[in-house]
């Protein structure tokens, strides 16, 4: 049984920062990427960041130069750490983890930024 469980998010002002965990049980985390997805009220889900076991990372340009993308692979935990909040970032954030013929997801965390 497969689980993926977020923390971190929550209300915030206009430039602070937060940061988001994603827990992963169920899975041999050392051989899945993770990362993180949002989604905004009527919009689609975007992608954000992930980062691969082998330490490669890549970030969405929404959140370049102000965010940190992170693994604790002895813990099964993926880190994000955003930085100078604005409000079009509130969203629900989910967690992501795919291998080389499964993905799975978290139920979301929700992030509000206050302007």
């Known amino acids: 049984q497969v689980h993926f469980v977020e923390s971190g998010g929550g209300l915030v002002q206009s430039g602070g920062s937060l940061t988001l965990s994603c827990s992963a049980s169920g899975i041999d985390f050392s051989l899945y990427a993770m990362g993180w997805y949002r989604q905004a009220p009527g919009k689609e889900r975007e992608f954000v960041a992930w980062m691969t076991k082998n330490g490669s990372r890549k970030r969405a340009d929404f959140i370049l130069g102000r965010s940190t993308i992170s693994r604790e692979n002895n813990v099964n935990t993926v880190i994000l750490q955003i930085n100078n909040m604005k409000p079009d970032d509130t969203a629900t954030f989910f967690c992501?983890?795919?291998?080389?013929?499964?993905?799975?997801w978290g139920q979301g965390t929700q992030l509000t930024v206050s302007s």
């Open positions: 992501n983890g795919w291998g080389a013929n499964f993905t799975y």
